[in-house]
DNA sequence: AGCTTTCAGTTGTATAGTACAACGGTTCTT
DNA sequence: AAGAACCGTTGTACTATACAACTGAAAGCT
């Protein structure tokens, strides 16, 4: 069963946390740019969420993601340029685009996806289906506290 | 007690483990910035494994965080430059430096993990005792499994 | 010893990702 | 209709990063 856990204090779980979960971001980008070499990739993540919540505005990038706008755009210019994003332009509404993934741009999204999967999957063979249930359900227990708060005292 | 994990199924979990690792990876940059502004920050990182090790070498940084050894130059340069680090040569070799934060480095690293830590703190502060240790623990031995292998198939 | 290989670190160059500020259109509120 | 609020783009700048070429130092082999 749950091997986890070593009966620390409060305060040195905390620690950890925050320490494994910042190494874990430093490596990520790294990692990630071996994934899939093929797309530029953090517009991946954008591509995956446009893709998600089946057409989005560039402002709800943004705001999900927290980052500025112009980052944005500049992502999806990127994106569109590789054909892999298309924007209409909303009838009701014409300051917005409406982003939706073309067909290459789902393709390209379903492989990269798979690709992460396996490697995630390879990541955690060793983990039983109880650990990886409550990992996760901590992590989403972590982000679901707001994006913005990492931050602490500004 | 602990609320985590839904009783979902092997390949959901690590679905959503992957995504939910990713999502924090991606917040966790802007997140850095803000915490710390006065340090440019990923030296943080560096500087703190600098002090954990009690002097090392950059080709270890570089080694342990998957980075080139240009970047941690130039990151070493910059955090020189700020004062917060010391190279003294080794008599033994000359071709090493070992690396040591200076006073300044030290306050400012106190400075630094305290302010992330009470962010942390703040954002953890609902959870159980139990669960931190058990979030810390996966995420210990999530990392454990060796840097590099989030880069799948390559 | 002398030559070659290997290792530590720096520097040149290029790229991604990002922010902030200024701007041009568009829509909403008085 | 005027002003405020909003959406997206573009100009500019900076950090983090990689790769490749280079210098200097140590180690290994004849």
New binding site residues.
């Given amino acids: 069963m749950s091997d986890a856990g070593t009966g620390a204090p409060r305060e040195a779980s905390v620690d950890v946390i925050q320490r494994e979960l910042t190494a874990f971001a430093?490596r990520a980008?790294?990692a990630a740019a071996r994934v899939h070499p093929e797309i530029?990739?953090?517009?991946y993540t954008l591509l995956a969420h446009i893709e998600e919540q089946r057409g989005c505005?560039?402002?709800?990038l943004a705001a999900h993601y927290?980052?500025?706008?112009?980052?944005?755009?500049?992502?999806?210019?990127?994106l569109e340029k590789l054909g892999l994003v298309e924007?209409r332009p909303a009838p009701?509404?014409?300051?917005?685009?409406v982003l939706h993934p073309t067909e290459a741009g789902l393709r390209v999204l379903a492989t990269a996806q798979a690709n992460r999967l396996a490697a995630y999957q390879e990541r955690l063979k060793d983990w039983s289906s109880e650990d990886l249930d409550r990992f996760a359900g901590y992590l989403l227990r972590y982000n679901a506290a707001g994006p913005a708060d990492l931050s602490g005292p500004r």
């Fill in positions: 430093r980008r790294a530029p990739l953090v517009s505005r560039a402002t709800d927290l980052l500025d706008k112009s980052t944005v755009s500049r992502q999806l210019a990127g924007r009701e509404d014409h300051r917005v685009q």
